[in-house]
């Protein structure tokens, strides 16, 4: 997925889904925590392959992905292509009004604006980027 697009949660806490994320996230997928302050989006293909590398790990282990399944919402966009955040996923992204959505590979990430700015600036640096493309060997 990719992209980054702007959008404001609606007074229920419903988030617009951009037609481009929606068509990869698919008409079912799954919000949950995130390791940064956001949250994470994945289609019902991708989470049911989380979903299987956990259960492939012993318990003690699978015991610390608590939270992620906890917190986990099921999510289907609505005709205008909005989902219900929950509360508890907007409260621990501090998801208020603005929102940016960004395509973050296999999943889409849920970000308040102001958030993803700061992290946005840190990330986007000309030395940040030759680290990631010398990783991956470009």
């Known amino acids: 997925m990719t992209g980054e697009y702007q959008h404001n949660l609606d ?9 481009r ?3 990869e996230l698919g008409n079912v997928f799954y919000v949950t ?13 991708s989470w049911q392959i989380f979903s299987d590398k956990v259960n492939a790990m ?17 999510c ?6 909005r989902v219900l955040i929950p509360q508890n996923l907007r409260d621990y992204a501090a998801l208020t009004k603005s929102v940016t959505v960004v ?7 849920f970000w308040d604006s102001d958030a ?18 010398e990783e991956l060997e470009f």
């Open 33 to 45: 925590l995130s390791m940064d302050k956001c949250l994470s989006a994945y289609s019902a293909e």
């Open 11 to 19: 007074s229920k806490g419903r988030l617009f889904i951009p037609a």
């Open 21 to 23: 994320l929606r068509e």
């Open 116 to 133: 993803w700015s700061e992290m946005n600036a840190l990330e986007t640096t000309p030395e940040n980027i030759a680290a990631v493309m």
């Open 58 to 74: 012993p318990y003690i282990k699978q015991r610390k992905m608590r939270p992620l399944f906890a917190y986990a919402a099921k």
């Open 103 to 109: 395509g973050c590979n296999n999943h889409a990430e």
């Open 76 to 81: 289907e966009p609505d005709a205008q292509g």
